[in-house]
């Protein structure tokens, strides 16, 4: 596949920018690689190995995102194509079999974790948070066997990695949003 058919994005799979890059005009026709970071994720554009990149710009609840900020202030030839919304809600996932009263330790970005912190006080008073890269990276771990108990990310990462929710929609604002840039 040529890299015309090539989206960028960072990864893992189940991540918010994988479903922003999935709304890129021509997304259902091309391959859609996860990176580790925005700026591979922008190397990779510059390199002819992909034909465009989206990263998260701005969170509606925690602002800017500065490794894309700084990425895109540092990397000579980038240029903005497009904009996306994607709504952002967060569940709390578990291996199968996993009951809530077995939750001691929670996985996840840190971003992901202050947004469902009332949740989690009101549900699991006794609980530490393990951080992540991201809320994919977290549902990743925990699938492949991380010490954790739960993982929140988004419900697609549930899915991938063969998790199951326990509670869907937990973070503290329902209307919260991630803009991202093509």
Not at 45 to 72: F, K, M, Q
Not at 138 to 167: F, Q, R, V
């Amino acid at each position: 596949m040529s890299s015309d058919n090539k989206i960028a994005y960072l990864g893992p799979a189940g991540t918010f920018t994988e479903m922003a890059a999935k709304m890129v005009p021509g997304a259902a026709g091309s391959q859609l690689i996860p990176h580790a970071s925005v700026s591979e994720a922008l190397d990779a554009v510059l390199s002819g190995a992909c034909h465009r990149a989206v990263a998260p710009i701005e969170n509606s609840l925690e602002g800017g995102v500065s490794a894309t900020s700084d990425a895109l202030a540092t990397i000579p030839g980038v240029q903005i194509y497009g904009e996306y919304l994607v709504p952002v809600s967060f569940d709390l996932m578990v291996r199968p079999g996993t009951k809530l009263e077995d939750i001691t330790e929670v996985l996840t970005h840190p971003v992901a974790y202050a947004q469902s912190r009332k949740w989690l006080a009101e549900n699991l008073e006794q609980h530490s948070h393990v951080p992540a890269a991201s809320t994919a990276a977290a549902a990743k771990a925990l699938a492949n066997g991380s010490t954790a108990h739960a993982a929140i990310a988004a419900t697609a990462a549930a899915e991938i990695y063969g998790l199951e929710i326990l509670a869907s929609n937990i973070g503290v604002n329902k209307d919260a949003q991630t803009r991202f840039y093509e």
